[in-house]
């Protein structure tokens, strides 16, 4: 703020205009933060195919960073036969492309059926001819106490496979992925639903296209609820937790394109397989060997300006995926405001415990504070949606959590600014005639209010930003909205800079709400 020391108060003029350049300063930075990389790829680029030595096998890539998915078939095999090579792990095929068009590593390996998808809409990438990985069946997963459904899942899978359908289906979404679309099936709306764990980030496995899942998987659960005669719930998720929800109870199928291996194998069920997987590595073009360089290059450069216009189209135009982020900003300023509600309401009640004369009531709110502070939020969000509540939908459990532990936050927010309040005053009102409460809440509440107004605005930003990680739980908020578009165009560039802005807008709402609430109580 700007203060006026003639005057002896804040210069209004002065602070406005202020915070009009702060504002402007910040989009100015995330509009450089976001394009930097895009501009600094140039230069890099350059001096990579000056000194690279160029990929024509797998064998080319030792010494050299290979980005794997987390946790897959294809990262343990790497790590345990080819050591000289540095793996770079990341959760999403979308952020491996990023990190290999920005030469941040040299190859991006992950199952076929991705690979090829990918590559024939990203410019610049192509596709070594080997792969040291051995290939691998994909399968449905099944908790173990759904042996039945997986039976029956098996069940069907023979029928396809005996009529010839699921080759005609394969063929559809793997070799002619571009022009597939779901068939319209006339799926049952009557009986108990089967809960499908799905992660639909994945193209051509399971999407989002035109503001529905599709894919090859979605096509194979919707077929099987026709067979079986029962509804299908879709439960998005990370694919992390797509097994753990077939333990848990959150869901009695996962399908997203999941591998058979023995260890999962001692957990779930897995149905007999319908696919063969085989790994494929992504390389730039220009840092490949000519002999390998044979259809497979990808998109053309379209020029700076060109592609900035693609992606806008591509990222926000195209099958409406504005709505994705429509959607995810409703329900992110939804989240953010009742758990900011819910929390402060808990917030003061932890404060009446913690200032309570009653020991035993001050020992639990002490103990709440504690354990809420100490604990990362992501953990605690887990806990909730898996463990304590999983049979709740996510979203009302995520507002619970977040409201949780702001009020660990809130509460010692408010403690504080009471504490500070000199206990004369209280005394004073008390003196005239006031009553306790009355004397809170007209002379101890309004000076508290204007003190704790500026840390309650911090970390009620820090609140609305901590709601990002509610797409962990598979619930559709702006970042989670931002995740689906990336796993879908394999392009960060628009997706993230519209959920940054967003968010910016939301806290700015949220602060602006606030000074204009703070002015009328003080």
């Not at 490949?288 to 990808?298: H, K, L, P, Q, Y």
Request: proline share 5%; aromatic share 10%.
């Amino acid at each position: 703020m700007c203060y006026n020391p003639r005057a002896g108060r804040i210069n209004p003029g002065l602070y406005n205009m202020n915070k009009t350049l702060h504002i402007v300063a910040t989009l100015v930075a995330y509009v450089m933060l976001a394009v930097s990389p895009a501009w600094g790829s140039e230069s890099s680029a350059e001096a990579s195919q000056q000194t690279s030595k160029r990929i024509a096998c797998f064998e080319d890539l030792r010494g050299r960073v290979l980005a794997v998915p987390s946790s897959t078939v294809q990262d343990i095999y790497v790590e345990e036969h080819y050591p000289d090579i540095r793996l770079d792990r990341f959760d999403t095929e979308a952020d491996m492309m990023l990190s290999l068009q920005q030469e941040k590593c040299d190859g991006a390996i992950m199952d076929d059926v991705i690979c090829y998808a990918l590559v024939r809409k990203t410019e610049g990438v192509t596709i070594l001819p080997d792969s040291p990985v051995p290939p691998c069946q994909m399968g449905m997963v099944f908790g173990k106490h759904n042996a039945g459904l997986c039976q029956q899942f098996n069940a069907f899978i023979a029928q396809l496979k005996a009529s010839g359908e699921l080759q005609q289906i394969m063929d559809r979404w793997i070799k002619h992925f571009d022009t597939a679309e779901m068939p319209n099936l006339p799926l049952p709306t009557q009986g108990e639903p089967i809960r499908v764990a799905m992660e639909p980030c994945t193209e051509p496995i399971v999407f989002i296209k035109n503001e529905k899942i599709a894919g090859f998987d979605a096509e194979l659960v919707q077929r099987f609820s026709v067979y079986i005669n029962r509804p299908v719930e879709i439960v998005e998720m990370e694919y992390d937790s797509l097994i753990a929800s077939t333990t848990t109870g959150k869901a009695d199928m996962a399908a997203s394109g999941i591998l058979i291996t023995d260890e999962r194998a001692e957990s779930v069920l897995f149905s007999d397989p319908y696919y063969d997987s085989h790994s494929r590595v992504a390389i730039l073009t220009k840092n490949a060997d000519a002999s390998i360089i044979s259809g497979n290059e990808g998109a053309q450069a379209l020029g700076i300006w060109g592609s900035i216009q693609r992606s806008f189209m591509r990222n926000i135009i195209e099958e409406r995926r504005y709505m994705l982020l429509w959607d995810g900003l409703k329900v992110t300023v939804y989240i953010s405001f009742f758990s900011a509600l819910l929390g402060t309401i808990l917030g003061a009640f932890i404060c009446y415990l913690r200032m309570s004369s009653c020991k035993i009531c001050s020992s639990i709110a002490r103990i709440y504070i504690d354990v809420m502070r100490g604990t990362p939020v992501l953990v605690l969000l887990m806990m909730m949606c898996y463990v304590a509540f999983t049979q709740f939908d996510n979203t009302p459990v995520a507002i619970i959590t977040f409201a949780m532990n702001f009020a660990a936050y809130v509460s010692e927010m408010f403690r504080t600014s009471i504490s500070s309040i000199d206990k004369g005053q209280t005394e004073a009102g008390i003196a005239l005639g006031f009553s306790p409460v009355r004397t809170f809440c007209h002379i101890v509440l309004p000076q508290a209010v204007r003190r704790v107004l500026p840390v309650y605005k911090g970390e009620l930003i820090s609140l609305i930003k901590n709601t990002s990680i509610v797409g962990y739980v598979a619930v559709a908020d702006l970042t989670r909205a931002s995740y689906i578009i990336r796993g879908r165009t394999f392009d960060p560039f628009f997706p993230l800079l519209m959920v940054a802005l967003m968010y910016f807008l939301i806290a700015w709402l949220f602060t602006y709400i606030l000074d204009r609430i703070g002015n009328k109580v003080c």
